[in-house]
């Protein structure tokens, strides 16, 4: 059996078979069965290390993880159930790759079985580093999605900002560096969302520019109150803390624009906050207790740069 074999072997061994699936692993095409009703929902992402971990700091098992947490949260932005995913390694050369390969397969299995998501085919291949791209398959009845918020609907949020950036300082705090290294995607939460927002979008940019992302596919503009986002712990500690929580991503919580009519419903079910207002015209407004407050200079993550 050749390396490249061998590996490959090493990191399936951790993930069961899924259900409908025709044709898994080992072939060069998977095939699964929809259920009836349902919509095939599709997203793909990857990280790369040098870009989004860094194995000094990443252990492979949080490397794993994420990999596959970062489409989840698509998914759950879409209201969508997981079902399957591919992935793709890209493995750098060293004495270690393979026992790097089994404990980045170990962490993702771990969150595959939680979501019961199966794993149905892939790729490995050397590169100059280690990156991880997931392709993750959902089924929705109705996938939500960034272009239907409509002037008058409130900005609502499920999850906590700020933490997953306060995650990358240095010495960072145990709840900043866990947000940073092992997001929760919010799978239930989206699923719930799915029957009563009108659009929704992931925070993995960051708040404002995904905020920004939502309110041009939608055509709309956005009011947000800062003393009502709920900022994450480790993020109420910093002095900066509000920044983090406006520009500084991966946090994965859920941003939704729901219809009046329909949130003191979705108040019975999710723990969430109102944060502000969709209204007519272009770009994002902020104020703080009322009064008007200047966007930050950093919106977001910029994924062309390192």
Partial sequence: MSR??????????????????RVGPGS??????????????ATTDAVVEGVHFDLRR????DVG??????????LAAAGARPRWFLCALGVRKSGHAMQ????????????ARESRCALIGGNVTAAAEW???ITALGEARRPLARDGARPGDALVLVGLLGDAAAGLRPYPSRPAARAQRRPVPLVREGLVAAAFASAAIDVSDGFLQDLQHLCEESGVGAVVECSSLPLGNAARRLPDGMELALGGGEDYALLL??????????????????VG??????????????????LPRRMGFDHLKK
Avoid: W, Y
């Avoid at 490249?4 to 259900?19: A, K, N, Y």
């Avoid at 209204?279 to 200047?294: A, C, M, Y």
């Fill in 257 to 274: 624009t729901v219809p009046r009519r329909k949130l003191p419903a979705l108040r019975r079910k999710l723990r969430l906050a109102e």
């Fill in 58 to 61: 990443f252990s492979p098992e």
């Fill in 131 to 133: 990156s991880v791209t």
């Fill in 4 to 21: 490249e074999s061998d590996l490959i072997e090493v990191f399936l061994r951790p993930f069961p078979r899924g259900e409908r699936v």
């Fill in 28 to 41: 060069d095409c998977a095939a699964v069965s929809v259920a009836a009703g349902m919509q095939l929902v």
């Fill in 65 to 74: 993880h994420k990999a596959l947490a970062v489409n989840l949260s698509d």
């Fill in 100 to 111: 790097i390969a089994r404990r980045i397969s170990r962490g993702m299995a771990a969150l």
């Fill in 277 to 294: 207002r969709i209204v007519r015209g272009r770009g994002v407004q902020l104020t703080e207790l009322g009064q008007p407050r200047p």
